[in-house]
């Protein structure tokens, strides 16, 4: 790798990990030297930048651009250019496509180009007096290019000025600020191209004050009623995530008509991209009743005048709300709107906010680089349709619990892992949600003993993801005994986890899964208890237990008759014993050593002499793992006719008439 090849990977790191100058993957960077050109592939994140990600062009033949015979009309002569810039691509292999803006940074005559979308100078730049300013700070050394639509026109515009400031000045600007668009800064060295952006935010920061104590604002547990339906009234065949932001920055706009429209408008290319032309504003927050008949009335108008569903929702007094076909792609487009929000604040100090008018706006939407921006920016259809639902899993920080966890997250499935163990279960968040995927895991503190606790974990679970599509109520506790050692106490609290938490998790999870089904009748949820084949047949010395699990399978049954008609499946599943997880193989609490201890197996010496005991029961000859779990746990989503089941899963030790 070329030395000035890890330098452009590095600063586009640099600058694409820090939110204030880059959103969702915006801007772009370039290092070229006299016959070369390498620059960031077109939906090539900058903070996760790499070789692989840079397209390697042809300076010679992207003059050619300059020079070409193109057609009048817009749409022919950008398809035109486009192919001209095909041509350029040294390795066509690799089958990247370069950064549209590829041309802008051929002409300007410095080895590194970076241009970014940086809030603060956007801030000026979506301001009425974008051209005034910019040169009371920086003078006359710097280009100031009025807005220009993106793509060839923005090239030649740019082009011609570039000309103009040699011939004045005899050298090329090495900052541009494009109205409405962002900068461009060049030089031959990366460390001088970090200390321009310093200095152009100082200068900055002297005229207009960054925003500062923006407090975050809670989240109003009304939204629990309200945010499901909207889920399923803003999604297509499959719902995606609906995602929650509010704060003290965000209130200064939601409180009226007036103050709204201060942020209903585009500013840039990048906010059409990702949060699309317009926004819905719900004025009427004090119910839930009155938030969603407020909503209802608005979509089928919004729908009609624009052709679309839209992306960004602001409810008075309760915050923004983005929605997408994932996790990420819904943070993406919330975090591009909080900008939007930021810009107009910093251009409202600046003289006054300057939006898109609407041709340049139909311009960048209908624009084909955006819209395979946005193809980019999406998650391949995989046919998985699992992609993207909301599951619980309770007792999910370790054992089988955190076994279904792991496998769901790898099926795309947002997680919510809800144990007591906070120790272990908010690592293990982290751990999958640093993967490189589109979905989110998360940790919630739970007793689902308690249904306070519960009813918090099912507030938390909307919070974040907007609805709930699969609870599988895994927590639960074995304490071996029989009638002689076992206490009041230890029978009580067996109970209220094994039995009352499955009443919980089913109570709270199905009040948000009725509100989906009103919306689409037709779409289904799953409710899962991860039962025992201890709830299929009884357990010597072991009542507490068993009872609690054939309890379980009683409310399984009942439940499934009264959720029904919502489409809400409720089914237990009942393995057999799972001899790896620390139920059984605990050193200091795990059955093994409980069951030596309490003489439950006659004859047994050690621990593999209960091991051994216990697998000479099962047919199959070995104990339940977590797949053969997946395998039914899976059947069970997927399948939409069976409710009510006991589904065995216990190599024959247990076989039902």
């Not at 993957?25 to 930048?49: P, R, V, Y």
């Not at 839209?310 to 943070?331: C, H, Q, S, Y």
């Not at 989906?516 to 047949?537: H, M, R, T, V, W």
Request: neutral net charge; hydrophobic residues 35%.
């Amino acid at each position: 790798m070329k030395p000035e090849i890890k330098e452009l990977i590095d600063i586009s790191k640099y600058f694409g990990s820090n939110k204030e100058y880059v959103i969702a993957g915006g801007g772009n960077t370039s290092f070229k030297d006299n016959e070369t050109i390498w620059i960031k592939a077109s939906g090539q994140a900058l903070a996760e930048m790499n070789e692989e990600g840079l397209v390697s062009l042809s300076r010679q033949k992207l003059h050619n651009i300059s020079s070409g015979n193109y057609s009048e009309d817009p749409a022919t002569r950008e398809e035109q250019v486009k192919e001209n810039l095909f041509r350029s691509i040294l390795d066509s292999g690799k089958n990247r496509r370069p950064s549209v803006e590829t041309s802008l940074h051929e002409i300007i005559q410095y080895k590194f180009i970076v241009h970014l979308h940086p809030t603060l100078i956007n801030g000026i730049l979506c301001s009425r007096n974008a051209k005034s300013l910019t040169q009371k700070l920086f003078g006359e050394s710097i280009l100031f290019v009025p807005y220009t639509d993106p793509g060839y026109t923005l090239f030649k515009k740019l082009e011609s000025e570039i000309i103009s400031y040699r011939g004045k000045f005899s050298y090329d600007p090495q900052i541009i600020f494009l109205e409405n668009h962002g900068s461009f800064v060049g030089a031959d060295t990366t460390e001088e191209i970090k200390k321009i952006y310093d200095d152009i935010i100082k200068k900055i920061h002297e005229q207009v004050p960054s925003i500062t104590d923006v407090i975050p604002l809670p989240y109003n547990p009304i939204l629990n009623k309200v945010l499901p339906t909207i889920r399923i009234l803003l999604s297509g065949e499959q719902p995606g995530v609906l995602r929650f932001r509010n704060n003290s920055l965000i209130a200064r706009f939601y409180q009226n008509q007036q103050e709204f429209h201060k942020i209903s408008l585009p500013l840039t290319p990048d906010i059409i991209v990702y949060c699309k032309t317009r926004y819905l504003y719900v004025e009427q927050s004090s119910t839930a009743e009155k938030i969603l008949d407020s909503f209802r009335y608005q979509l089928p108008h919004f729908l009609s005048e624009y052709g679309y569903l839209p992306r960004i929702l602001i409810i008075k007094d309760m915050g923004i709300f983005a929605v997408g076909d994932t996790f990420a792609n819904a943070e993406a487009c919330l975090d591009v709107y909080e900008d939007l929000i930021k810009i107009s604040y910093y251009a409202s100090l600046c003289g006054g906010i300057k939006f898109l008018i609407p041709e340049q706006v139909s311009f960048i939407d209908q624009w084909e680089v955006e819209n395979y921006r946005r193809k980019v920016a999406q998650p391949e259809d995989s046919g998985n349709k699992l992609n993207n639902k909301i599951a619980i899993v309770t007792g999910g920080a370790q054992g089988f619990g955190a076994g279904i966890a792991e496998s769901l997250f790898a099926l795309n499935m947002n997680v919510i892992i809800a144990d007591l163990n906070e120790e272990t279960g908010k690592p293990f968040a982290t751990l999958l949600s640093s993967r490189k995927s589109e979905n989110k895991a998360i940790f919630v503190r739970t007793d689902v003993s308690d249904a306070e606790s519960v009813k918090d974990l099912i507030i938390k679970t909307v919070s974040e993801f907007g609805g709930l599509d699969i609870i599988i109520s895994n927590a639960g506790i074995l304490k071996a005994g029989g009638l002689d050692e076992m206490d009041a106490e230890t029978f009580s609290k067996t109970t209220q986890v094994n039995y009352n938490g499955y009443f919980h998790c089913v109570k709270y999870a199905s009040e948000v899964m009725k509100l989906q089904n009103q919306e689409k009748p037709g779409y289904f949820a799953d409710i899962i208890q991860i039962n025992s084949k201890s709830g299929l047949k009884g357990s010597n010395r072991n009542f507490a237990y068993a009872g609690a699990k054939f309890g379980g399978i009683g409310l399984t049954q009942s439940f499934a008759m009264e959720l029904a008609p919502f489409r809400i499946k409720v089914n237990s599943i009942c393995p057999g014993n799972f001899y790896e997880g620390p139920l059984w193989s605990d050193p200091h609490t795990g059955l093994f050593v409980q069951y030596l201890k309490t003489g439950k197996v006659p004859g047994a010496k050690n621990i593999d002499d209960v091991r051994k005991f216990y697998e000479d029961k099962v047919p199959m000859k070995r104990g339940c793992k977590l797949e053969d779990v997946m395998k039914a746990l899976l059947y069970i989503i997927d399948q939409e006719y069976e409710t009510g089941q006991a589904v065995p899963v216990t190599g024959g030790q247990v076989m039902l008439a």
